[in-house]
């Protein structure tokens, strides 16, 4: 079966990637890897990955190899200022299931939106009873270039389609 609308793929990959300062590229350096012991999954179509990685992996099939590179605007764009906020750091207590050591400057900080769905922030900055936070997607303003090997790819069932996301093995009620 081909990689097409509603299948399941999983894959193996190496994700590489680097940025353009001050009109010079920056060596691609390795974010993630995805083995054979911890492959990727996801519906073709349905995935959030952005259009043109959909667009590159379409038509290919089990074992097959790819490379290919996804530019900023490809990916996930320019970094939006407007994302970049401030938050009280009273928002963040160990009621509310943080810790302190979760409120350290680099880490990310596991988040819900008011719809329920998983996000998530950076902390830029500590400001003592603030914390500096930037939304933006953590591969914003960054060239993206994989390499792997298509491993799998299945039809999704009825389920997986209503829900929109891949079940069993692999998948989100693994």
């Known amino acids: 079966m081909n990689i097409q609308a509603n ?20 060596a691609p350096f390795s974010v993630e890897i995805r083995d054979e012991e911890d492959p990727f999954y996801f519906l073709f179509g349905q995935s959030g990955l952005p259009e043109k990685f959909e667009e590159l992996l379409q038509g290919k099939k089990e074992g097959d190899d790819f490379t290919f590179t996804l530019s900023v605007e490809e990916a996930y764009g320019e970094p939006d200022e407007d994302l970049v906020i401030t938050l009280p750091k009273e928002q963040f207590s160990k009621e509310r299931g943080f810790s302190e050591d979760m409120l350290e400057e680099g880490n990310f900080l596991p988040l819900m939106d008011e719809n329920g769905y998983s996000m998530q922030a950076k902390i830029l900055k500590n400001l003592g009873d603030q914390l500096l936070l930037d939304f933006n997607h953590p591969l914003v303003g960054f060239d993206l270039h994989f390499e792997g090997k298509v491993l799998e790819v299945r039809e999704a069932t009825k389920e997986e389609l209503t829900h929109g996301h891949v079940h069993g093995k692999h998948g989100e009620h693994e």
């Open 7 to 26: 299948a399941v793929v999983g894959l193996t990959y190496e994700l590489q990637v680097s940025k353009l300062e001050d009109e010079i590229e920056s």
